[in-house]
T-cell receptor, first 111, second 114 residues
Framework: DAKTTQPPSMDCAEGRAANLPCNHS???????VYWYRQIHSQGPQYIIHGLKNNETNEMASLIITEDRKSSTLILPHATLRDTAVYYC????????????FGGGTRLMVKP | NAGVMQNPRHLVRRRGQEARLRCSPM?????VYWYRQLPEEGLKFMVY????????ESGMPKERFSAEFPKEGPSILRIQQVVRGDSAAYFC????????????FGPGTRLTVT
């Protein structure tokens, strides 16, 4: 699986959009971009994933650049409960592939 | 639809004892994954199982650790003769397989070895 690079930490004001970047310059054509988050020692929570098109669900939006070398996770209106470590993971999309967690980005949402 | 369930949530064992961690996947999910998170570290994959089969155990320590996912009942991660270095949070995840591959995690079991 391709490696990812994320900033170690970010701050965001409550109510504002949080934009979390991820670089994955060695991504292969059959690898998807997945985002998970871990809120203070809880189990990781699936957020969203995509291949090349932008994706949106009730939690977030995922913007993938045209060359697929980077992506941005957008939390449109961050709340204090969004404070967590956010992990960007690239993997081939089949059931047998484990998730390889890097260091992630520690997002601190401040009032 | 209940999520992934793990029990116990907290487990304390003395050195040399056995630890048994249980994971019930989400309804309809037949793929189970175990991950370990050591204190102040990231999650590391341990083992991937389907019903009655171990598919990938490349992340499992070679000794003392074993996993199963029987036809009936939860998946079990067993650690024999625990040592202090086994103290960690153990997370189980499940996926539906077939057409949807995102993994959903349980709340974890925090093992403390005294």
């Amino acid at each position: 699986d391709a490696k990812t690079t994320q900033p170690p930490s970010m701050d965001c004001a409550e109510g504002r959009a949080a934009n979390l970047p991820c670089n994955h310059s060695t991504i292969s054509g059959n690898e998807y971009v997945y985002w998970y988050r871990q809120i203070h020692s809880q189990g990781p929570q699936y957020i969203i994933h995509g291949l090349k098109n932008n994706e949106t669900n009730e939690m977030a939006s995922l913007i993938i650049t045209e060359d697929r070398k980077s992506s941005t996770l957008i939390l449109p209106h961050a709340t204090l409960r969004d404070t967590a470590v956010y992990y960007c993971i690239v993997r081939v999309d089949n059931a047998g592939n484990m998730l390889t967690f890097g260091g992630g980005t520690r997002l601190m949402v401040k009032p | 639809n209940a999520g992934v369930m793990q029990n116990p949530r907290h487990l304390v064992r003395r050195r040399g004892q056995e630890a048994r961690l249980r994971c019930s996947p989400m309804k309809g999910h037949s793929h189970v994954y175990w991950y370990r998170q050591l204190p102040e570290e990231g999650l590391k994959f341990m083992v991937y199982l389907q019903k009655e089969n171990i598919i990938d155990e490349s992340g499992m320590p070679k000794e003392r650790f074993s996993a199963e996912f029987p036809k009936e009942g939860p998946s079990i991660l067993r650690i024999q003769q625990v040592v202090r270095g086994d103290s960690a949070a153990y997370f189980c995840a499940s996926s539906q397989g077939a057409h949807t591959y995102e993994q959903y995690f349980g709340p974890g079991t925090r093992l403390t070895v005294t």
